[in-house]
């Protein structure tokens, strides 16, 4: 995945640009960068966080940078900000999203006689130097930006820090979210509303669809209209965004009381205790423990001051391994009890067994599972946060062969629970994970819990329908 963090002062903003990207890390460990314009140059500085803060890492950089504009990315797919001279001047660029047709692009400015791209060591081409060589070959920033949008397949939002401030464009369907913060003498954008407030920044506007802003230390102008057609990642609210964060009016933590009780009210189980998977499933467990009038408990603690988050490793085996390391079971609260977790999704669903396993091994009577969404049946061709090398590696497809014996010419009877093929699909997963019982939410609800237009919200995941 990964997020962006942008600010234009009439003071020195390299500390805010720190701060304010760091509080994107929950989004990416991979990659971070920051680019400062000094009011003469681009001073920029990129680090490698797969195992360390970002904070930590960039903290000694923090010296010599200085200058009134800056942007800041964390990423989990390449080294940015980029900084780039062209004919439109000089500028520095960040993006986050996912361009499905890379390579048909490139084809096409190959054909118009561009020159070369540089390759990473793996022959693949940085999507953030694609986006600025679209842009490039417009005559002014807001033609760039909407050639890009109208190119990519995908999504693509991108910052663009001139001398002069900084063009922010959401992805035209509005995929993920970008805002505006204002505090006095200083304008942010930011993909997290949450870093506004430590910051001394208040929300001021949030963009549109498709639309570009200019922002300067006196303000913003939309240079181009918002789209009339919105598709938001429904996993902001359910799973990735962060808990203090708000994206169309609605707090991803409130969010999560409400699917929470909604799943809560349609659940008979007998348990003695009601726990979230950390971090994303607790706000769902207490919306589900508040309605349920079942404790809410903590049967397992996350160790986090060193083990970073276990979805962001490269390696699924590391992945797995640092999920195992970092909970801790509490045996007195575990032994001979009933348990129900709820978790923000359940994807390859290796972690989740294990921590059956981990549940079974201190003596738990039951381990039940509630997914605060419904079965994951397709992989995101739209942003890279739940990104697999194959579809296959989702647990629900792989209960679906289990039970057809091949992949079936349609999966809309798997993705409709008033359907016996449904409920056998759920059966075959709990099955493969060792549950006590299953149940996942519905998507009727879980869009009502998020309390905007339905038709506004990107369900492919579920139903493959985006």
């Known amino acids: 995945m990964g997020g962006f963090f942008g600010v234009v002062s009439r003071e020195d903003c390299v500390n805010d640009v720190y701060f304010g990207t760091d509080y994107h890390s929950h989004l990416g460990t991979s990659m971070g960068g920051m680019a400062i314009w000094s009011g003469s140059s681009f001073n920029r500085a990129i680090h490698s966080i797969d195992n360390t803060q970002f904070r930590a890492k960039f903290e000694s950089d923090l010296p010599k940078l200085n200058g009134k504009l800056g942007i800041g990315c964390i990423s989990d797919t390449e080294p940015q900000p980029l900084t780039v001279r062209s004919r439109l001047g000089q500028y520095a660029i960040s993006t986050v999203g996912k361009i499905n047709n890379l390579d048909e692009i490139v084809d096409k400015l190959f054909a118009n006689h561009h020159t070369h791209f540089l390759e990473t060591n793996r022959g693949e081409i940085y999507p953030t130097e694609l986006v600025s060589v679209i842009i490039d070959q417009e005559n002014s920033f807001k033609d760039g930006l909407l050639k890009a949008q109208e ?50 920044y208040s929300f001021e506007y949030e963009l549109g669809p498709g639309e570009i802003i200019f922002m300067t230390a006196d303000g913003y102008e939309t240079v181009s209209p918002p789209r009339e057609k919105m598709k938001i990642c429904a996993f902001l609210w359910v799973y990735y965004g962060y808990p203090s964060s708000t994206y169309e009016g609605m707090n991803v933590e409130v969010m999560r009381y409400r699917n929470g009780v909604a799943m809560a009210k349609k659940d008979d189980v007998e348990i003695d205790l009601v726990a979230g998977i950390p971090d994303s499933g607790i706000g769902h467990a207490i919306g589900y423990s508040n309605e349920s009038k079942v404790p809410y408990g903590r049967p397992f603690i996350k160790y986090t001051p060193t083990w970073a988050r276990s979805f962001m490793p490269q390696d699924q085996t590391i992945r797995n391994l640092v999920a195992r390391m970092k909970l801790m079971p509490i045996p007195e609260l575990v032994s001979g009890k009933r348990l129900l977790f709820c978790d923000d999704s ?91 019982t299953l149940k996942y939410q519905n998507l009727p609800d879980m869009l009502d819990s998020i309390g905007i237009d339905h038709e506004k919200i990107c369900t492919y995941c579920w139903n493959g329908k985006g």
């Open 346 to 436: 359940i994807v390859r669903g290796t972690q989740l067994r294990e921590t059956a396993d981990l549940l079974y091994n201190c003596n738990a009577r039951e381990v039940h599972i509630r997914s605060a969404c419904p079965p994951l049946v397709f992989g995101c061709k739209y942003l890279n946060f739940s990104a697999s090398r194959s579809e296959m590696d989702l647990v629900a497809r792989q209960a679906i062969i289990k039970l057809e014996g091949r992949e079936p010419e349609s999966f809309d009877e798997y993705c409709d629970p008033s359907h016996d093929k449904y409920h056998c699909m759920v059966n075959c997963i709990k099955e493969i994970l060792s549950f006590s």
């Open 151 to 200: 190119l990519i397949d995908g999504s693509c939002s991108i910052l663009i820090l001139t001398p002069r401030g900084i063009f922010a464009s959401r992805d035209k369907m509005g995929r993920t979210p970008v805002m505006v913060g204002k505090k006095e003498g200083s304008y942010c954008v930011s993909f997290e509303s949450c870093t506004f407030a430590n910051l001394g």
